[in-house]
């Protein structure tokens, strides 16, 4: 099974600046498409950004143009760079593979322990 390991979260004031990293486990670099997720108190997790094995991006609305996702592949690692940090994107962001033909849905059922980034003053 694989595993994703997520760090870099924080308390950050709001319009800080934060950047996650994100591990996992085998081959999934080589072979799949990744992404980053959220999950805020009380709320479903919500999909925040992918991006494809060739380097491609997208993004939800939720941070779409205050947000930077990209992959190391050699190193295996997934970053997602924020910036103008809000209130409300306080929440437990994790990495998982995601869907070939839908970007925005996790691939694997299983999740890392995530990391925690809570923006407030």
């Known amino acids: 099974q694989e595993q994703f390991v997520e760090s870099g979260g924080a308390l950050v004031q709001p319009g800080g600046s934060l950047r996650l990293s994100c591990t996992a486990s085998g081959n999934i670099f080589s072979t799949n498409h990744m992404g980053w997720f959220r999950q805020a108190p009380g709320q479903q997790r919500e999909w925040v950004a992918s991006i494809s094995i060739y380097g491609n991006p997208d993004y939800g609305d939720s941070m779409k143009g205050r947000a930077t996702i990209s992959r190391d592949n050699i190193k295996k690692t997934l970053y997602l760079q924020m910036n103008t940090l809000k209130t409300e994107d306080t929440a437990v962001y994790y990495c998982?593979?995601?869907?070939?033909?839908?970007?925005?849905?996790?691939?694997?059922?299983?999740w890392g322990q995530g990391t925690q980034v809570t923006v407030s003053s």
């Open positions: 998982n593979s995601v869907r070939p033909d839908t970007t925005s849905l996790a691939l694997y059922d299983y």
